[in-house]
């Protein structure tokens, strides 16, 4: 049984960079082709699917062209875990953001507010 | 990029009536659509993959099929724990563009 334990602040001044990071139990974040990945949800934007990384004899990260140019998504396989990273964030990055696993998602971490307020 | 839309936005029906959900994507994505389940306060719950696929330990009740780029989910009685959104989402390819969601009520 695969476990998602996110982790992170939960406020994050207007310019800074919002960081959350997701400790996988039960399953092993260079799994070849299983994808990890970041969604966020708030009521102007619903669910948005932000990005992912996999390893397939290599790492790929892929992200939604939204946050492309603030965003990165990568994996620590000494502790297990993958990150996000949103740089210059606004008040508009207001949202709960999820960890996922899979393509089709059947792992879901438990969420995290984050609020973007000074 | 591919649009998945969904309809209706939000639906009422009384307990023990047949559910139809429907997500059309503006182009071909195969079969990679999957459905989840969201209650109030509470984290989406992966129900449908491949399209038609149900997740262990999810009620019979549930079924997703495919016809071309339209895809349906259906509740095949509703019941007073079904309360909740529904989002597809598919996953060909990037981005895995989720639906607007359906809100579905007890009437």
């Known amino acids: 049984q695969v476990q998602l334990q996110q982790s992170g602040p939960g406020l994050v001044n207007p310019s800074q960079t919002l960081s959350l990071t997701c400790a996988i139990s039960?399953?092993?974040?260079?799994?070849?082709?299983?994808?990890w990945n970041w969604i966020r949800q708030s009521p102007s934007r619903g669910l948005e699917w932000l990005g992912r990384?996999?390893?397939?004899?290599?790492?790929?990260?892929d992200y939604a062209a939204s946050v492309k140019s603030r965003i990165t998504i990568s994996a620590d396989t000494s502790k297990n875990q993958f990150s996000l990273q949103l740089n210059s964030v606004t008040p508009d990055d207001t949202a709960v953001y999820y960890c996922?696993?899979?393509?089709?998602?059947?792992?879901w971490g438990q969420g995290t507010l984050v609020t973007v307020s000074s | 990029d591919i649009q998945m839309t969904q309809s209706p936005s939000s639906l009422s029906a009384s307990v023990g009536d047949r559910v139809t959900i429907t997500c059309r994507a503006s182009?071909?994505?195969?079969?990679?659509l999957a459905w989840y389940q969201q209650k109030p306060g509470k984290v989406p719950n992966l129900l449908i993959q491949?399209?038609?696929t149900l997740q262990s330990g999810v009620p019979s009740r549930f079924s997703g099929s495919a016809s071309a780029t339209d895809f349906t989910l259906t509740i095949s009685s509703l019941q007073p724990e079904d309360v909740a959104t529904y989002y597809c989402?598919?996953?060909?390819?990037?981005?895995?563009?989720f639906g607007g969601g359906t809100k579905v009520e007890i009437k």
């Open positions: 996922g696993r899979g393509w089709a998602i059947d792992y």
């Open positions: 039960g399953g092993s974040v260079s799994s070849n082709n299983d994808a």
């Open positions: 990384t996999y390893y397939n004899s290599k790492w790929y990260s």
């Open positions: 182009q071909g994505i195969g079969k990679s």
């Open positions: 491949a399209a038609s």
């Open positions: 989402q598919r996953y060909d390819d990037v981005p895995h563009t």
